[in-house]
């Protein structure tokens, strides 16, 4: 039994146990269990559970939920594995997977550093918290395979790789075309594109439907036009000051780029450089992130449902958990491309 000495430090300053509510309350720790699961029906007296629960408001107790999930074999976490979250596009796909767990699952992250992709290995280190589920969005085949993981799992935007498990995927290729031929009517025929390093199959999916439409609508694309960065504004800014001159000699009039972000450092360069946008050059993106409408100029962009993304993978992914049956395991969400200032129609001739 703890101390009264114990008892009477600050709450904060200690991990506060069921053991210590329990003596506060002078009842047994079984009762503590019991109270703080609601679990007391038939069980516990009125007197004691509000004894308890005076106990638990005083000291500050905490449930450890993790622990007593772990005894059962497995918790009530959900890992989401995912690529460079510096891109912003993350946040919304986080907000529609937390709607899809609602308060029955807490969600964990597992990140890396911008530009890189997380390995096999951290992520196993993190099955020892024995998830009840996992969430890998954008993987590549040989992560998820050195992965082999145990259990429920859904990728996100994982084109190509249905067959490892149910996935939630984006037809990214339907905006990148979609893309190709706006600016084909708008009389492009040289283009560049800003690509991201991350490596994952949705980034060459969408550069390569891109750069397959425009070829056949006529669009070229100089020996050194297709440059990479990591998804961030500075970095895409200094490869496009550094790209742009010899661009710009090869007869480059729009800049494509693998995200949004990727799009806004060209624009802050552009902008640098003295270049009238759309008149000298267009720029879009893909992701369609809220900035994107209010820039200057505005951003078109090939817009990819990120909350969408989120609600329906976590839905998959909590079906699965619960036991109960997947109506459809791959499921494809459309692209759409929202034209806007930095690309309107001009008369290249």
Not at 47 to 60: C, F, K, M, P, Y
Not at 261 to 277: D, F, K, S
Not at 314 to 338: A, C, D, H, I, K
């Amino acid at each position: 039994m703890e101390s009264a000495e114990q008892l009477q430090q600050p709450a904060r300053s200690r991990r506060v146990t069921a053991a210590m509510v329990a003596a506060r309350a002078g009842v047994s720790t079984a009762t503590v269990s019991l109270v703080a699961n609601g679990k007391t029906a038939g069980r516990v007296s009125e007197d004691n559970i509000s004894r308890v629960r005076a106990a638990i408001t005083e000291l500050g107790y905490v449930v450890d939920g993790i622990g007593s999930s772990l005894a059962k074999g497995v918790s009530s976490i959900v890992i989401l594995v995912a690529p460079d979250i510096s891109n912003p596009f993350f946040a919304k796909v986080i907000a529609g997977v937390r709607e899809s767990l609602g308060a029955d699952y807490q969600l964990l992250l597992s990140v890396t550093d911008a530009g890189e992709f997380p390995q096999a290995d951290d992520v196993r280190k993190l099955m020892a918290l024995r998830p009840a589920g996992l969430l890998v969005d954008a993987p590549n085949a040989g992560f998820l395979e050195e992965l082999s993981a145990a259990g429920p799992l859904v990728l996100l935007d994982a084109p190509g790789l249905e067959a490892y498990a149910p996935s939630v995927n984006l037809d990214v290729a339907h905006g990148a075309r979609q893309l190709a031929a706006h600016l084909a009517e708008a009389g492009h025929r040289r283009v560049a594109y800003l690509d991201s390093v991350t490596g994952t199959a949705t980034f060459d999916v969408r550069r390569r439907a891109f750069l397959a439409e425009a070829d056949t609508r006529g669009i070229s694309v100089p020996a050194d036009g297709i440059i990479s960065t990591t998804i961030d504004v500075g970095a895409a800014a200094a490869a496009f000051a550094a790209a742009w001159p010899e661009w710009q000699r090869s007869g480059v009039t729009a800049v494509v780029c693998g995200t949004d972000t990727h799009a806004y450092g060209v624009l802050q360069e552009a902008r640098v450089a003295g270049l009238q946008i759309p008149g000298q050059l267009a720029i879009a993106g893909f992701d369609d992130l809220p900035y994107s409408a209010t820039s200057n100029p505005s951003l078109t962009s090939v817009h990819l449902p990120a909350t969408s993304l989120g609600v329906q993978a976590g839905g998959q992914l909590r079906r699965l958990m619960e036991g109960r049956p997947l109506e459809q395991p791959q499921l494809t969400l459309e692209s759409s491309l929202v034209v806007r200032n930095s690309t309107r129609p001009t008369p290249w001739k």
